[in-house]
């Protein structure tokens, strides 16, 4: 690239494994930790205190607030939202965990406090207003259960190999 | 903070009361005025003609069109999107207004020329095609009218102390 | 503007046709195609090896990945998100193609390898699965066909004439 310039803002104390990619105009809070091999699109806002594991991509105009914790393998689509608080804005924040290997579709919102578990995966334009099982699959709005991850997965392998 | 240099767009003729705070990478319109004690995070657009009350909060990824009114105290949560235009591009643009203590939660779509009434709540992802009367809580896409915003504040004065 | 500075990522070879106009905070990745007389607003990513027809109006906070194609006279509402992976993260990729005319409403969540025929419209927070016909209207999540474009054209033009 023939830019040289950084346009972000990285806070203090911000901790980024080996091999971290961070784009253009995008805000990393003070105190975030970020492992090693995660990759961050551009215009993402990433606040304090938050934990996003190894080898995750988070693409472009994702919002992740305070007390957010990401795991390892976790993909979140563009344009992606997450919450920490409940009844706005009651003081009492509190972060929501996601699991390792999950997949958030783009455009989804995702509700304070929750888990989503291990391998699970939101659907585009999913709003999730309650914790998702491992190997869950949901969407709509409010998101509902649809099949298994395992569904999801051998789909995608058709679709990798072109059909 | 140990950057000095500040990396937003901040237009002509802008009006900020005292203690107004605007984050990096957020961009606000000519003539926009920003009441006393107001929040903005980062990522925000706030286009011209747009006028924020006091002791507003207005989280990151937000869409404030121009010719939108929101009043005091009103909490609008991220990646919400404001409009002011029904039929793109239709040259006869309308804001919306928010009156004060309203709470927007986060990801919501606020249709063009509506007015969110005193005390209501939208519902996080709802999309909102109509006016909202005062106290009213909506949500769902479209958004409907659930319970009252009394009940919601009874909620959060338990979740503040801690069930 | 009293402001000389730009505050943009703009890529490597990106082409911009005449009187093409980007605003501050946004992103354009290497190798995209800008036609004439096409606005970008704020805070806006958009792709490397995207197309972006002629006379567009790509409103703030909206996500373009790469391989979308956009047509001429488009108009792409504020918070709206393209993608272009339906298992991310599969390696294969494919854009989405709008075609001429097409009005994608605030805050909607576009599908992977869609096509959004000629002169549809697709409605404020809409979450599209599917291909759109030309001149459909949809909206809701998932969207479902409305009514027509034509009658959406009437709408506008009472509206324009102020009812």
Redesign the interface.
């Known amino acids: ?3 040289p310039q950084r ?3 990285i ?2 104390n911000v901790k980024l494994g080996t091999d971290v990619e961070i ?5 990393v809070g ?1 105190g975030t930790e970020i492992g090693d091999g995660t990759k961050i ?3 993402v ?1 990433i ?1 304090y205190d938050v934990k996003i594991g190894r080898r995750c ?1 988070i ?3 994702v ?1 992740i ?1 305070p007390l957010t914790v990401i795991g390892d393998d976790v ?1 979140v ?3 992606a ?3 920490n608080d ?7 924040l509190v972060g929501t965990r996601v699991e390792d290997e999950v ?1 958030v ?3 989804a ?1 995702i ?1 304070p406090g929750l888990t989503l578990g291990r391998g699970c995966v939101i659907g ?2 999913a ?1 999730v ?1 309650r914790d998702v099982p491992p190997e869950g699959v949901v ?4 998101a509902r259960r649809g099949y298994e991850a395992a569904e ?1 997965r051998k ?2 392998e058709r ?2 190999k ?1 059909r």
């Open positions: 690239m023939r830019k346009i972000q803002h806070g203090d784009w253009n105009l995008t805000y003070n699109g551009s215009l806002h606040d991509k693409e472009g105009c919002y607030p993909f689509g563009p344009g939202t997450f919450t409940p009844y706005p804005a009651s003081g009492r997949v579709g783009a455009g919102v509700g585009m334009g709003v207003t969407y709509g709005n409010p999801y789909k995608k679709w990798q072109g």
